[in-house]
């Protein structure tokens, strides 16, 4: 019998899942890769995605323990502030967002006064370390390829693999953001697929692969052993090498890249309002 409940929350906007994560004899819970919604175009936000979560948090009665991140996401903003603000709970990354924050404050040229420490976050978390859910422990697990700062969740049965893993049709992260790597993702990869076959196994996003008419972030380690098309146990090392590298080099870049990231390495929050009380974000002009 599972320890744990887990509720999916998709953003068809930004393909991006967001799992609150519940002890069930406590009912404390955790929130995993939240959603804040951004207009581009009207650069302007609101918390339609995190006010779903927020009331099913109320509704169930969960006390809520931590809210965690699995990256700084380039493609969605966080609502782990405003999570925070609403119902509690500590907001945590890995410890090598350091290394993020140091790589992006130069492309951004934030003043001096952008902290690289990570500080910004209430914890910072090492690959082995161990946080309190209840009645279970959430594992840490630095899993980094996919950036230099990815961590994967283990509760129970359950992987939160962030964006390291895709469904087993669709496949893997991309290597090619600053600190990316294929041959480190690689080995995470294999450090995720040494858990049991039963072990499910929950990613951040989905796109829906070709002939696939749903989407889907379910898996389990058995299912990404012998199916997933980019590192099943049939290919090598050198074989995911050399694809990946090929296949980072025709991707686009995604398209919430720069405010996200310039958000999401703040924990989510804003840059400070000018002397005007507006806060800007900065467009870098052909620094990718």
């Known amino acids: 019998m599972n320890t744990i409940s887990i509720k999916a929350f998709f953003d068809q906007n930004t393909f991006t899942?967001?799992?609150?994560?519940?002890?069930?004899?406590?009912?404390?819970?955790?929130?995993?890769?939240?959603?804040?919604d951004f207009d581009q175009a009207s650069a302007s936000t609101n918390?339609?995605?995190?006010?779903?979560?927020?009331?099913?948090?109320?509704?169930?009665?969960?006390?809520?323990?931590?809210?965690?991140?699995?990256?700084?996401?380039?493609?969605?903003l966080s609502a782990?502030?405003?999570l925070k603000a609403s119902l509690g709970g500590k907001i945590a990354v890995g410890q090598h967002i350091t290394q993020i924050q140091q790589t992006f404050k130069n492309i951004f040229n934030e003043s001096d006064s952008f902290a690289t420490d990570g500080s910004?976050?209430?914890l910072l978390l090492s690959d082995g370390d161990t946080?309190?859910?209840?009645?279970?422990k959430i594992k840490i697990l630095h899993t980094p390829g996919h950036t230099p700062a990815c961590l994967t969740y283990a509760i129970a049965d359950a992987l939160f693999v962030g964006d390291t893993l895709f469904m087993p049709d669709f496949g893997t992260a991309r290597t090619d953001f600053p600190g990316g790597d294929a041959k480190?993702?690689?080995?995470?990869?294999?450090?995720?697929?040494?858990?049991?076959d039963h072990y499910r196994v929950f990613t951040c996003h989905d796109y829906k692969a070709p002939?696939?008419?749903?989407?889907?972030?379910?898996?389990?380690v058995y299912d990404?052993?012998?199916?997933?098309?980019?590192?099943?146990?049939s290919i090598s090392e050198q074989q995911f090498i050399a694809y990946r590298t090929q296949r980072d080099s025709e991707l686009s870049l995604p398209k919430l890249i720069l405010p996200a990231v310039q958000i999401n390495m703040r924990a989510g929050n804003m840059p400070a309002q000018e002397n005007n009380g507006i806060a800007y974000l900065k467009l870098p002009i052909n620094a990718f």
């Open 17 to 36: 899942v967001t799992y609150v994560v519940a002890d069930n004899e406590s009912g404390q819970c955790a929130v995993i890769d939240s959603v804040l």
């Open 47 to 76: 918390t339609q995605s995190a006010d779903q979560v927020v009331a099913y948090i109320r509704t169930q009665g969960f006390e809520t323990r931590w809210i965690l991140e699995t990256h700084v996401h380039a493609d969605h």
């Open 80 to 82: 782990a502030p405003y």
């Open 120 to 122: 910004q976050f209430d």
């Open 131 to 136: 946080l309190l859910l209840g009645s279970n």
């Open 184 to 196: 480190i993702l690689f080995q995470s990869i294999k450090k995720i697929l040494s858990f049991p």
């Open 211 to 220: 002939n696939r008419d749903v989407y889907a972030w379910q898996s389990r």
């Open 224 to 233: 990404q052993k012998n199916h997933n098309v980019h590192v099943k146990e």
